[in-house]
């Protein structure tokens, strides 16, 4: 399994990135995929996940009423809409998607194994 993640850039307090995560080797439908961040002096983070079994989505407190998870199958993507963007948004954003089968999607990094390279998400004015 193969994901990239893109879209990350420098955006000012208040301002919108939409994040993209492209699968392949896989659809995007048949696995949980995960979004995660990793800011400087903190642990890795789950934001937010799409589940394989229903389309649940779950998203980590913090960016609750902020941030959209959607999935298109279509383009075999999952995107991150991020709106109202703050500070403690900077972070490199990952995507993942997990083979271990679980009934609902988890924001636990530990329980995804397929890992993109990251994309960097600056907000400062």
Known sequence: LEVVASGGGLVQP????????????????????????LAPGKKREGVSCVSRS????????SVKGRFTISRDNANNTVD???NDLQSDDTAVYYCAATTRR????????????????????????
């Open 14 to 37: 208040g301002g919108s990135l939409r994040l993209s995560c492209a699968a392949s080797g896989f659809s995007v439908d048949r696995f949980d995929i995960g979004w995660f961040r």
């Open 54 to 61: 229903d389309g649940s989505i779950f998203y980590a407190d």
């Open 102 to 125: 679980f009934r609902q999607c988890v924001l636990w990094p530990s329980e995804y194994d397929n890992w993109g390279q990251g994309t960097q998400v600056t907000v400062s004015s």
């Open 80 to 82: 991150l809409q991020m």
